[in-house]
Every structure is written in C-alpha cells, then in structure tokens.
C-alpha cells in the first residue's frame, strides 16, 4: 500500500494539513491518538468512517 493513495493535503481542507482522503481527519490527530496509548480498533471506534489501512497510511507517512 502506498500512503499517497491514503492521504491528501488541499489547502482549503485543515489549512493544508495531511487528511485522511474524503475526511477531514488529519494525520496529526491519528498519529496523536496512537502516542496517548489508542489502539488501531479504538481509533476506529471513535471515527467510524476511517479503515485499518488508514491509520497504517497516517503512520507510513510520518
């Protein structure tokens, strides 16, 4: 899997921040939940809309 097909950055979404493509979740936020000790599934509880691949993507592209 490549990140690119995972995340975007669009100055008119989050000030250009990387996002989660078709979110406005960003990578920071991810990679911040994963440092407080969130597992993968738990991130996922809390945004529903985002997969598995998603998160690795956000951890790839840091």
Known sequence: MNYQD?????????????????????????????AGGYSFDEIIEMYPHITNDDILACVRFN
């Open 6 to 34: 995972k995340i975007t950055s669009n100055p008119k979404v989050m000030l250009g921040k990387p996002v989660v493509k078709g979110t406005r979740i960003t990578v920071e936020l991810i990679l911040k939940k994963i």
